[in-house]
Nanobody, 126 residues
Framework: QVRLVESGGGLVQAGGSLRLSCAAS????????MGWFRQAPGKEREFVSA????????YYADSVKGRFTISRDNAKNTIYLRMNSLKPEDTAAYYC???????????????????WGQGTQVTVSS
């Protein structure tokens, strides 16, 4: 497994922006897709966005499409989630996840990601 560490969460007013980062370490084999998920209190963890190994293929949940942008810098072993026009309903703990080596295609399916970060809290006030 790869170690994932998220950062960049915080408190922001509605309409504001944040950029989350997720740094990966401990894996020498590459070629794997990564994604962002979120979990609000009392709710199940849900898909937010995913990106292929080379970054050419991305997926977004309908609820964030047009507002969030996922990207990755493989030289830095880091993926990002730029979040614009934030809404109170975006409030959640955001988790970074990685698929196993060789699984380069992004997916919305939570169960196929085998490494997870500890999460970073995003709170959007109205």
């Amino acid at each position: 497994q790869v170690r994932l560490v998220e950062s960049g969460g915080g408190l922001v007013q509605a309409g504001g922006s944040l950029r989350l980062s997720c740094a990966a370490s401990g894996r020498t084999v590459n070629n794997y897709a990564m994604g962002w998920f979120r979990q609000a209190p009392g709710k199940e963890r849900e898909f937010v966005s995913a990106i292929s190994w080379l970054g050419g293929e991305t997926y977004y949940a309908d609820s964030v499409k047009g507002r969030f942008t996922i990207s990755r810098d493989n030289a830095k072993n880091t993926i990002y989630l730029r979040m614009n026009s934030l809404k109170p309903e975006d409030t959640a703990a955001y988790y970074c996840a990685a698929r196993k080596p060789g699984a380069a295609a992004p997916t919305m399916t939570l169960g196929v990601y085998d490494s997870w970060g500890q999460g970073t809290q995003v709170t959007v006030s109205s």
